[in-house]
């Protein structure tokens, strides 16, 4: 790790868990489930568990104080509280100035579906919600999140499925390294629509009752909607402008596998490469990790393919582990920046979030952790976020100590 490590300055997150920083650590510390029956969306197949932010498009509208009949998106919405949560926690309220080189990058892959599919016949017979063609895109979203604090010089959209935040993160982090930005919020956003529901339907991957992340019974996942974002800089130009960092990201990690289209490989290859890669640049070996949030879809081949890969990396002695998916459903585009949130709340709390449905382990698998668990210093943390077509990747946090504060080499 550099002595002028990238630091997290601010964080904004709305779920199924939470609609603020607040009230997701009550969740985890309480290992409350937000996933429940489907609410918002209008869907016939209401069979299936989701974890919904427990917000209307119209209650959101109103605590943005967004004038009623403006074009939005559900996943422009929440990326707009997030990002609003963010920039407060970052103390960047007071910031109206582009020459402080700001960065947003926002990972989506549903974009502004929700209305495209809502108004899709329309856009074929008149004129009247012709204003939502435009918010369809990935890069709309992103547009529209940022528009509400005018403040970046560049805005970005990853759209690598299930890692796309994780990867907003790594490429914010590496234009920090490369000094392109002084400052990047990074993360992602992803409301559920019908598409996206009946999608991982056709795959056969959506479970029927609450997912089991790591069970032996598991029989898919609950798909989940949200947003979080992540404030990075380097730790020199926090203490310039006076802020308190709150972690280090130490390390990150990309690979891909290319095993399948949707499929992760048996032996877990893109996993554990992202996840050596992550250990290699913060500098550590694995004994120091103290806990995984996993990637924990659920699915019978995520976590199954997960599990080899910590078992190559870590051996007979893997780390506490949880898939915080149990609580949140699986966010997907935004599940990389909602994870990460949560595990840096782990390590400022020093609590081992739970995986929640666990009851039965696979045949040499691993037992997660069940219930939230205090521990006495959770120093290193990995978070991991794998997306279909193998693109796999991995964060790896370290708390912020009196050490580091100092300004020497960590």
Same mark, same amino acid.
């Given at each position: 790790m550099t002595e002028d490590p990238i630091v997290i300055t601010g964080y904004g997150i709305i779920s199924a868990s939470g609609n603020d920083v607040p009230s997701t650590l009550s969740s985890i510390c309480e290992g409350r489930s937000g996933i429940g029956p489907i609410h918002y969306l209008q869907t016939s197949h209401t069979e299936f568990p989701v974890g919904e932010v427990k917000m209307s498009n119209e209650e959101m509208e109103a605590r943005l104080k967004i004038k009623p009949g403006t074009a939005t998106t559900r996943t422009a919405l929440m990326g707009m509280i997030a990002l609003d949560e963010a920039i407060a926690s970052a103390g960047m309220s007071q910031i109206s100035d582009r020459q402080q080189r700001i960065a947003f990058i926002s990972g989506t892959t549903v974009g502004g579906m929700d209305r495209?599919? $809502?108004?899709?016949?329309?856009?074929?017979?008149?004129?009247?919600?012709?204003?939502?063609?435009?918010?369809?895109?990935?890069?709309?979203?992103?547009?529209?999140?940022?528009?509400?604090?005018?403040?970046?010089?560049?805005?970005?959209?990853?759209?690598?499925?299930c890692s796309s935040a994780a990867n907003a993160i790594i490429s914010g982090a590496n234009m920090l390294l490369t000094s392109q930005c002084g400052i990047v919020i990074a993360g992602g956003s992803e409301c559920i629509t019908k598409f996206h529901l009946n999608g991982f339907n056709t795959l056969m991957i959506l479970d029927r009752e609450e997912c089991r992340p790591f069970d032996a019974s598991r029989a898919g996942l609950n798909?989940?909607?949200? =947003?979080?974002?992540?404030?990075?800089?380097?730790?020199?130009?926090?203490?310039?402008?006076?802020?308190?960092?709150?972690?280090?990201? =130490?390390?990150?990690?990309?690979?891909?596998? =290319?095993?399948? $289209?949707?499929?992760?490989?048996?032996?877990?290859?893109?996993?554990?490469?992202?996840?050596? $890669?992550?250990l290699k640049r913060a500098g550590i070996t694995p004994d120091k990790i103290g806990y995984v949030n996993a990637h924990g879809t659920g699915t019978p081949n995520n976590d199954l393919s997960e599990t080899h890969a910590m078992q190559r990396l870590f051996g007979t002695s893997v780390p506490p582990v949880s898939s915080t998916k149990s609580s949140t459903g699986h966010t997907t585009s935004a599940s990389g920046s909602i994870?990460?949130?949560?595990?840096?709340?782990?390590?400022?709390?020093?609590?081992?979030?739970?995986?929640?449905?666990?009851?039965?382990?696979?045949?040499?698998?691993?037992?997660?952790? *069940?219930?939230?668990?205090?521990?006495?210093?959770?120093?290193?943390? *990995?978070?991991n976020s794998f997306g279909f077509g193998g693109n796999d990747s991995s964060l790896l946090f370290k708390k912020i100590s009196e050490y580091d504060m100092e300004g020497q080499k960590s």
């Open positions: 495209s599919e $809502q108004h899709y016949l329309d856009f074929l017979t008149g004129d009247n919600f012709r204003q939502y063609i435009s918010t369809h895109d990935c890069g709309a979203c992103s547009t529209m999140i940022a528009s509400r604090h005018d403040i970046f010089s560049f805005i970005g959209t990853p759209s690598t499925a798909l989940g909607e949200g =947003a979080a974002y992540l404030v990075m800089e380097r730790m020199s130009d926090a203490r310039r402008r006076g802020a308190t960092p709150l972690a280090i990201l =130490a390390g990150w990690g990309n690979a891909c596998d =290319a095993f399948h $289209q949707t499929a992760s490989s048996d032996n877990g290859e893109g996993a554990y490469r992202a996840m050596k $890669q992550a994870e990460s949130v949560i595990t840096i709340l782990a390590m400022r709390h020093n609590i081992l979030p739970a995986n929640r449905g666990f009851m039965t382990p696979i045949d040499n698998g691993i037992t997660p952790v *069940l219930t939230p668990t205090k521990v006495d210093n959770l120093e290193y943390a *990995l978070c």
